[in-house]
């Protein structure tokens, strides 16, 4: 396995700046949206160490454009963005591919993504943990797997859950905890 270079630019957006890395194989890592430029790159930096800044090739740019246009609830297909996934384990770039055909509008969980893969419900965890270990959110939409019975389950990026469910809600899915259940009074 070769040492790639990689490079990085922070940008805007309209809900804060985001960071996308990349290789000549593709885009190698992605940062939600954070408050400040200086955060993102921080951030960056500590998953790509010695990347440095650089002017993005058009695949690059065409994929911040995405970005931006669906921070601004355009509906956006992130599918054909090159990826260079080098270094994750084989299972998790399966888990990876099957989610990146979860749309706009649409969710799956953990468990549904492990039997799509021909795996038992067991393995409902490690698509769990690759879902935590994903480069690069939004582009793989780990934001659209939700645990078993509709919860909403983890989201590591910046804001936690609250951002997970604030664009599921960009994206018309509405994720709310299960009315109570009614009980008879017996009046």
């Known amino acids: 396995m070769g040492q790639s270079v990689h490079h990085y630019l922070v940008f805007e957006t309209s809900n804060g700046f985001c960071g996308i890395g990349w290789s000549d194989a593709g ?4 940062h939600l949206p954070a408050r400040s ?3 993102t790159e921080r951030s960056l ?3 790509l160490p010695g990347a440095r800044p650089g002017a ?4 690059v740019l065409e994929a911040v454009a995405a970005v931006r246009q ?3 609830g355009v509906e956006v297909d992130f599918s054909d963005i090159r990826l260079d996934l080098e270094g994750q384990e084989e299972f998790f770039k399966q888990i990876y591919a099957a989610t990146r055909r979860v749309g706009w509008g649409h969710t799956t969980t953990y468990g549904a993504l492990a039997k799509e893969l021909g795996a038992g419900p067991e393995t409902a965890r490690d698509v769990g943990q690759a879902m935590a270990k994903n480069p690069v959110p939004l582009i793989i939409p780990c934001h659209r797997v939700l645990a078993a019975g509709g919860k909403v389950g983890g989201f590591s990026a910046p804001g936690g859950s ?7 809600e960009m994206e018309g899915v509405h994720v709310a905890p299960p009315p109570p259940a009614q009980q008879s009074l017996g009046l």
């Open 162 to 168: 609250a951002t997970k469910i604030r664009m599921l």
């Open 45 to 47: 930096l500590r998953r």
């Open 37 to 39: 430029a200086e955060a």
């Open 27 to 30: 885009v190698t890592r992605f």
């Open 56 to 59: 993005p090739p058009a695949d």
């Open 70 to 72: 669906y921070f601004q």
